[in-house]
Every structure is written in C-alpha cells, then in structure tokens.
C-alpha cells in the first residue's frame, strides 16, 4: 500500500500547481546525496531545513535543519543518519542520507526558513531499491525487455561522492577567520597601548624637575637655623 500511496501523493502535489517532484533512487545499505538548487540572493541569510511529508494534507516533519549560525551553514550537521550543509553563496542545499533502509522511502521537502513560516525549494521523492547482489542468481538471471509505449519516469540515483565542504563556503570560512583574527589582533594592540600609557604617566610628572620639598620650602618660607 505504501507505494500506492506515494504515487497517489505525487500525482496530487504535480496537480495542484505545486514545485515540481523529483524521484530519487538509493539502494539499502548505500547512501543517497540529494542537491537542491536555489536562489542564493532571494534566500540569502535563510537557515535552510529537510522536512518529511507524512501525509497528504499534514505538515512537513522537519528531520534536520543547519546550524543557527547561518555563517556556519556550510558545516555538515548530522540528525541521526542524515545530514545537510548548505552552499550559500553557490545556491545549494546538499543533504545526504546515510545507510538507506525501506522506512527512509517518502516524499520530502528542501526548505527555506523565514521565521516561522517555509518556502519550499524542492519537493523530491525517495525510492529504496533491494540490492541487487542479495537476489542475483547467475543461472536464471530476468532482463525486462525495453518497451516503446510505457512512459519513461525521470529518476535520479544517488551519488556516491561526496563534496564536505563547498569551495565558496571554504572562501567564506577562510575570510570569516581572517577577519576573526584581525579584529582580535586589534583589540589586544589597543588594550596594551592604553596599559602603557596609564604606566607611563606618573613616571612622566615625577621627571620633568619636579621637586616636591622644593614645592613645600616655597609655600611655607625659610627656616630659621
């Protein structure tokens, strides 16, 4: 029934004027990369999000969401097996679902984040494949013959190679840290300025002929002997 379901589910969301849905096929046991493209000046600064459609008409269950630091965005975060990083300046979310199981099989939603409401920026539709090793037999191996009438379902695999850390993102971590140094370098060369200034200025008065019984002999007159 489930697959029923999902196809039931899909072919509301095409209809109702919705983002469009992309199939995306893992096999268990191997991990399946999902790349949403978007905008990165109209979602600029956004905390993104991977949420989960449980049902038709229900809420999207969000899974895992990147850090609340948006310059850190770029940092892969982990919820259980699955993990996102977002590539603010190239315009990509990247979540990645590690270890597929047949429960991990559903439509999902790449998220933009604006306060407490969402705009949504892919909807996309998993699909776990049995690996074929378990149910090869070499003597009786079945080949589906190609067929000319059946509609072809555009479907996506996954992506075996991973990509940690963006290179626009290791520019911005790069200038973040530079910066970082910089204003702490700052602060410490102005705090030791005004140190050795308050140390200097007594020792300033007390050098310049400066004579304090002087001072006193003038104020109270001579001394008779």
């Not at 039931?8 to 209809?15: C, D, K, N, Q």
């Not at 990147?66 to 919820?79: E, G, I, Q």
């Not at 590690?98 to 099989?105: E, G, I, M």
Request: include cysteine.
């Amino acid at each position: 029934m489930e697959p029923l379901w999902l196809l039931i589910l899909l072919f509301v969301t095409e209809s109702g004027g919705a983002p469009n849905t992309t199939v995306l096929q893992g096999v268990v046991g191997q991990s399946l990369q999902v790349s949403c493209p978007y905008d990165s000046t109209k979602h600029w600064g956004r905390r993104k999000a991977w949420c989960r459609q449980l049902d038709q008409e229900g809420p999207c269950q969000r899974v895992v969401s990147t850090h609340s630091l948006w310059l850190l965005a770029f940092l892969k975060k982990w919820n259980g097996s699955t993990a996102i990083t977002d590539d603010a300046l190239g315009g990509t979310l990247t979540i990645t679902l590690r270890n597929l199981q047949d429960h991990d099989a559903g439509l999902y939603q790449c998220q933009s984040l604006r306060g407490r409401e969402a705009d949504t920026l892919r909807k996309v539709l998993v699909e776990v494949l049995a690996d074929p090793q378990d149910h090869q037999d070499t003597e009786d191996l079945w080949v589906p013959e190609e067929s000319g009438s059946s509609e072809a379902v555009p479907v996506e695999h996954s992506i075996s190679r991973e990509t940690p850390f963006p290179p626009t993102s290791v520019l911005l971590l790069l200038a973040f840290i530079f910066l970082s140094k910089l204003l702490t370098a700052g602060a410490l060369w102005v705090a030791a300025w005004r140190w050795q200034k308050l140390r200097s200025f007594p020792a300033s008065g007390l050098g310049c002929g400066y004579d304090p019984g002087h001072q006193l002999q003038t104020l109270t007159g001579p001394t008779d002997t």
